[in-house]
Antibody, heavy 117, light 107 residues
Framework: EVQLQESGPGLVKPSQSLSLTCSVT????????WGWIRKFPGNKMEWMGY???????SYNPSLKSRISITRDTSKNQFFLQLNSVTTEDTATYYC???????????WGQGVMVTVSS | DIQMTQSPASLSASLGETVSIECLAS??????LAWYQQKSGKSPQLLIY???RLQDGVPSRFSGSGSGTRYSLKISGMQPEDEADYFC?????????FGSGTKLEIK
């Protein structure tokens, strides 16, 4: 069974970088697409970006200057880095499989990240 | 960006009742629409993709329909375990965008 799990700090200071890891088991990240989505307080959902089976990436233009998604295929992990965070980046962050660009069919449990000094 | 307007924001339904949730896209999305269920404290689960295709393992009381800019999710016979948030998501154009969500409660 495909499983994803996010990990990373739950508290980040303003202006610093947010770094999260998504560990995948049961499926190789060298197949399909792998994304990051966040849910803000108040329930708005935002797609942040994805990394493909080949390592290519696509980002939400609203984040393009601050976001980077990378991967380590040897560990079957992919990563999110979001730079210059503000309190508006406080959200629950999810990683998910973006199946054949149709839909997100497997999700991690989510990690709540608070940006605060 | 394609805006997804979801309605209603909340509703309550009796057990066994049929409920519908709608998403209106700001432009045609050619059936590139998914529906998700998110229970409290849990991660989202895919219910429907390509507007009307039921994800494996999802009960058949869930169904999706629509075309063009207007899509809907129907639950035929509300069950206690259906109490959750529901949201739509378009995959027709990047950036992918989501509806604002519907909170479904048992009356």
């Amino acid at each position: 069974e495909v499983q994803l799990q996010e990990s990373g700090p739950g508290l980040v200071k303003p202006s610093q970088s947010l770094s999260l890891t998504c560990s995948v088991t049961g499926y190789s990240i060298t197949s399909n697409y792998w994304g990051w989505i966040r849910k803000f307080p108040g329930n708005k959902m935002e797609w942040m970006g994805y990394i493909s089976y080949s390592g290519s990436t696509s980002y939400n233009p609203s984040l393009k200057s601050r976001i980077s998604i990378t991967r380590d295929t040897s560990k079957n992990q992919f990563f999110l880095q979001l730079n210059s965070v503000t309190t508006e980046d406080t959200a629950t962050y999810y990683c998910a499989r973006w199946r054949n660009t149709y839909a997100f069919d497997y999700w991690g449990q989510g990690v709540m990240v608070t940006v605060s000094s | 960006d394609i805006q997804m307007t979801q309605s209603p924001a909340s509703l309550s339904a009796s057990l066994g009742e049929t409920v519908s949730i709608e998403c209106l896209a700001s432009e045609g999305i050619s059936n590139d629409l998914a529906w998700y269920q998110q229970k409290s404290g849990k991660s989202p689960q895919l219910l429907i993709y390509a507007a009307s295709r039921l994800q494996d393992g999802v009960p058949s009381r869930f169904s999706g329909s629509g075309s063009g800019t207007r899509y809907s999710l129907k639950i035929s016979g509300m069950q206690p375990e259906d109490e959750a948030d529901y949201f739509c998501q378009q995959s027709y154009k990047y950036p992918l965008t989501f509806g604002s969500g519907t909170k479904l409660e048992i009356k």
